[in-house]
């Protein structure tokens, strides 16, 4: 595992598309019990290093109820996101993930993880790569619908303030599902 992480931090796959340089950022070990499957790092994280180290990181670990001391302990956690580079700034937001990144490395990683327990599908790109045809036409449907995926992947919008107006529009997010989630990842005993 450790020869693949040092191979992943010096991709330099999409060197040419990223505007502040190749900085893979994430975190496995063969013993992580849950995989958090995100977007790519924003411009805080690329910075840091350090993964969801940023507000939606904040607010994901606020839905998980976990510390970041459990969040950080790749024993416990993996956080691979689809991209694992900054892809830099659009109109709206980040731009989406580069698309080099999680066929070229998430199965290899994924085969040296063999005690996931469950895998959390975070925003529209892991959701699209992961479910393909089983995702639903929206996200509000799939996450919705998150049942259905289960027992291996939980399916969230992304946490990012950014949907704080999806937040208000669909009050049965973190009444009713957030609290499923955190019963779930506590009976995992990370």
């Given at each position: 595992m450790?020869?693949l992480?040092?191979?992943?931090k010096?991709?330099q796959i999409?060197?040419?598309?990223?505007p502040?340089?190749?900085?893979?950022?994430?975190?496995a070990s063969?013993?992580s019990k849950l995989?958090?499957i995100g977007?790519a790092?924003g411009?805080?994280?690329h910075?840091?290093?350090?993964?969801?180290?940023?507000k939606?990181?904040?607010?994901?670990r606020?839905w998980?109820?976990?510390?970041?001391?459990?969040?950080?302990?790749?024993n416990?956690?993996?956080l691979?996101?689809?991209?694992f580079?900054y892809?830099?700034?659009?109109k709206?937001?980040?731009?989406?993930?580069?698309k080099?990144?999680?066929?070229e490395?998430?199965?290899l990683l994924?085969?040296q993880?063999?005690d996931?327990?469950?895998?959390l599908?975070?925003?529209?790109?892991?959701?699209?790569?992961?479910?393909?045809?089983?995702?639903?036409k929206t996200?509000?449907?799939t996450?919705?619908?998150?049942n259905?995926y289960?027992?291996q992947?939980f399916v969230l919008?992304?946490?990012s303030p950014r949907?704080n107006?999806w937040?208000k529009k669909?009050?049965?997010f973190?009444r009713?599902?957030?609290?499923?989630?955190k019963?779930i990842?506590?009976?995992?005993q990370?």
């Amino acid at each position: 595992m450790q020869e693949l992480i040092q191979k992943i931090k010096q991709c330099q796959i999409c060197q040419g598309h990223l505007p502040l340089g190749p900085n893979p950022v994430f975190t496995a070990s063969t013993k992580s019990k849950l995989v958090i499957i995100g977007q790519a790092p924003g411009r805080i994280v690329h910075q840091t290093g350090i993964p969801w180290n940023d507000k939606s990181g904040d607010r994901l670990r606020d839905w998980l109820d976990m510390d970041r001391s459990t969040f950080y302990d790749t024993n416990k956690v993996a956080l691979v996101p689809m991209g694992f580079c900054y892809p830099g700034t659009g109109k709206s937001g980040d731009l989406p993930p580069r698309k080099e990144c999680a066929p070229e490395w998430h199965e290899l990683l994924f085969e040296q993880m063999p005690d996931v327990q469950l895998t959390l599908l975070v925003g529209a790109y892991a959701q699209r790569y992961y479910l393909q045809k089983k995702r639903l036409k929206t996200l509000t449907e799939t996450v919705e619908n998150f049942n259905a995926y289960l027992p291996q992947f939980f399916v969230l919008p992304h946490p990012s303030p950014r949907n704080n107006i999806w937040l208000k529009k669909n009050p049965w997010f973190e009444r009713d599902l957030v609290p499923e989630l955190k019963a779930i990842v506590k009976a995992m005993q990370l």
